[in-house]
């Protein structure tokens, strides 16, 4: 019998042995903004001196401590990126920021503060305190061969600014598994496209695209897969080609409709598991065609939604070598009564207010006019007896 009524295996389980799959991810040097959003695989060590050499922090001019006061020649302009030179007692050098400090001079005069008549130049004003004043020191930023940036750390923007001014233009992190998104079902048709009769928009391939977007993974949408065992099959070996992930959704339940278990064996995969003591979701497949993971959701978009976060997120995370996504699940008030659960754990839809979790009204897996309110999973074990308002529970924070 297909299906029938085999133990349904618990999502913690379903969860453990979906992430047994994923491989270690591979390292690859990614050009600087490629990087940004993945995890330092090692850690980066400067490969230059910065600065390179002392360099004047303002423009004005370079002179000696001592002879500040004096009436001093300017013999010659130390600009940005130009050679350091060397001046000779009573001389001054015109200096601008960023500049090379020519050799014996050991301060830097402001030119708010400088007269400067030709190439004679005098104090006008307080001048600096200290010898070093307004000079950045070599290497006072970080010097060649130190530990700067930690591996684990996630790439941003100022990571990438350091390791670029420490002379790197690639970093090592996890190549970006490739994930292929398939749409099973006749009834549906690319959103925006016509739709006669029982037709729908595939709202699920955008929205998981649209999870997917926020991990460092490359995700290529192939569209809807009539349900027909031979097309699916040959989607799959098709897939699995190039793909370390393939998910698809629909198709996954008992119905003489339901393709995507038969096709995956076809397609030479084996599953991992069937079913699962999930609601909504109970559909879940999971199985691996060689190294490609393959990865069924339900059709319905609201079991497909919340499925995608528990399930595909995680997945795609460990095999990205980035961090899980949803944040540690924790305590909250529920605003209203809730239901004794079945046999299946409950995820029900809530949102937040007042601090206090509101479960939505109306929890069918195929409704989602509500679902962009729901900032919250809350989570039911299974044979759980009612709830009444204020009970605390546990939550799940979504968006
Ligand atoms: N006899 C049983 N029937 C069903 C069971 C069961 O245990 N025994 N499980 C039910 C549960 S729970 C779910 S969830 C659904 C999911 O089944 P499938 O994964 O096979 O999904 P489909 O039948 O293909 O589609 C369900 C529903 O979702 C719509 N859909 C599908 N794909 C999309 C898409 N890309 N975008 C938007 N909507 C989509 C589809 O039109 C259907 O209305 O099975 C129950 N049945
Ligand atoms: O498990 Mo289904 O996803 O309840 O509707």
Known sequence: MVGGN?????????????????????????????????????????????????????????????ELGQLLTVVGEAAAGAAPFTIQPGQAARIFTGAAVPASADVILV????????????????????????????????????????AGTVVTAAVIALAAAAGHATLPVPRRPRVVILS???????????????????????????????????????????????????????????????VTTGGASVGDHDLVRPALIAAGAEIDFWRIALRPGKP???????????????????????????????LAARCAGAEHLLPQPHDMRIAGPLPATGPRRDYVRAFTRDGEAHPILGQDSAALRRLPEADLLVLREAHSPPAEAGTVVTAIRIA
């Open 6 to 66: 085999t133990a349904l295996l618990p999502v913690p389980e379903a969860l453990a042995r979906l992430l047994a799959l994923a491989p270690a991810p591979e390292t690859e040097q990614a050009p600087l903004l490629a990087a940004l959003g993945r995890t330092l695989t090692a850690p980066i060590h400067a490969v230059r001196t910065q600065p390179a050499a002392d360099l004047s922090a303002m423009d004005g001019y370079a002179l000696r401590f001592a």
């Open 111 to 150: 030119q708010e503060e400088a007269a400067r008549d030709g190439d004679r130049l005098t104090l006008n004003g307080e001048g600096p305190p200290a010898p070093g004043a307004h000079i950045r020191r070599k290497g006072y930023d970080f010097s060649a061969g130190e530990l700067l940036i930690p």
């Open 184 to 246: 099973t079902g006749n009834e549906l048709v690319p959103p925006g496209m016509p739709v006669t009769g029982v037709q729908l928009p595939s709202s699920n391939a955008p929205m998981l695209a649209a999870l997917l977007a926020r991990l460092p993974v490359e995700v290529e949408d192939r569209g809807i897969v009539r349900d027909d065992l031979a097309t699916i099959t040959e989607a799959f070996r098709d897939a699995a080609q190039t793909a370390d992930i393939i």
């Open 284 to 314: 879940l497949l999971a199985g691996h065609i060689g190294k490609t993971i393959a990865l069924g959701l339900p059709g319905n978009p609201g079991s497909a939604y919340v499925t995608a976060l528990l399930f595909l997120l995680p």
